[in-house]
């Protein structure tokens, strides 16, 4: 595995452009998280369909073909600097085949930032267009309203990206040191049950030969991450890969998430790092997707070989 394209930086004044891929977004939750980006400097924009509800399918932010065209209109526009999702939720995977990825490989490369059902649009960007993202709190989620860490460390990712090339989660813990020494890899990841999801689609990426599996969830009970992992575990999609790292997980029934990633993960032999604090969280950390890696299992410690941007 390669690494992608890095997008370049932002600096204040860049025009951003908000997003709804997936589900409906509060106003209010909306409006104060622009004001976020706003302070920073940013020219930020909202995409038109940005508040719609679809007309059978309330779960969903508009039409497929509206949250499609809002996404291609702001990734192709020479304007747009960066591309931040405004939340998760379910849908992604209904406008994607919609997206021109022909056309869209012809724009330059610019941030793009989501994380949950935004995983299904990371694989794409990967796998279509080979461009970096970033795994980052979305502009109406609750960790980056209310959490001042989370929203710093997105600020310092997008900003000043040498800052930030060391990554750890303050509760980070070792749950397997593989052979004992770091290893390095490709950064990739997200939601588990979306990246299950992704298999054999055609936006999604073909293994994780020699990547460093970053993965989270919410809302899904043991053994359904059993499930999902050992399905891909079936298919496989994650033959050589190099290392795991376990964000943020909702402990459901049937047992801890970090034991269950010992034991199906155990015959590859290689390092596991849980707790690491990214995703579904009261707190979230922003993590480079496409990026070349070190990950010291002993210390729980990521670091990138370079910045996350340029």
Not at 72 to 96: L, N, S, T
Not at 106 to 125: C, M, N, R, W
Not at 146 to 165: C, I, K, M, N, Y
Request: aromatic letters at 6%; hydrophobic letters at 40%; charged letters at 20%.
């Amino acid at each position: 595995m390669q690494p992608l394209t890095r997008p370049r930086r932002l600096a204040a004044g860049d025009r951003v452009v908000v997003v709804a891929p997936s589900g409906p977004v509060p106003k209010d939750r909306l409006d104060t998280g622009c004001e976020i980006l706003r302070g920073w400097g940013l020219d930020v924009q909202v995409a038109p369909h940005v508040t719609d509800r679809h007309d059978q399918f309330e779960y969903l932010a508009g039409s497929d073909a509206h949250r499609a065209a809002d996404l291609q209109e702001a990734w192709c526009d020479p304007r747009v600097a960066g591309i931040f999702c405004a939340r998760g939720g379910y849908g992604a995977q209904r406008m994607i085949d919609l997206l021109d990825w022909d056309t869209m490989a012809q724009a330059e490369p610019k941030v793009f930032a989501g994380y949950s059902d935004i995983t299904a649009l990371h694989e794409a960007f990967a796998n279509c267009l080979g461009v970096a993202t970033l795994h980052a709190p979305m502009v109406a989620a609750s960790s980056f309203l209310t959490d001042p860490g989370t929203a710093e460390h997105l600020r310092r990712t997008l900003f000043e990206p040498e800052s930030v090339q060391t990554i750890t989660g303050r509760q980070a813990v070792t749950i397997s040191p593989g052979a004992g020494e770091p290893v390095s890899g490709v950064t990739l990841g997200g939601c588990i049950s979306l990246l299950a999801a992704e298999l054999a689609t055609p936006t999604g990426r073909p293994n994780v030969t020699g990547g460093i599996l970053l993965i989270e969830e919410v809302g899904e009970d043991t053994y359904r991450i059993d499930r999902y992992i050992t399905h891909m575990l079936r298919t496989g999609w994650l033959d050589g890969v190099a290392a795991v790292v376990l964000g943020s997980v909702e402990e459901g029934d049937g047992g801890p998430v970090e034991e269950l990633l010992a034991d199906r993960f155990g015959h590859f032999d290689i390092p596991i790092v849980g707790r690491f604090g990214f995703g579904h969280g009261a707190a979230t950390l922003t993590m480079p997707l496409g990026v070349a890696a070190t990950l010291d299992a002993d210390r729980a410690v990521l670091t990138l070989d370079a910045p996350a941007l340029v």
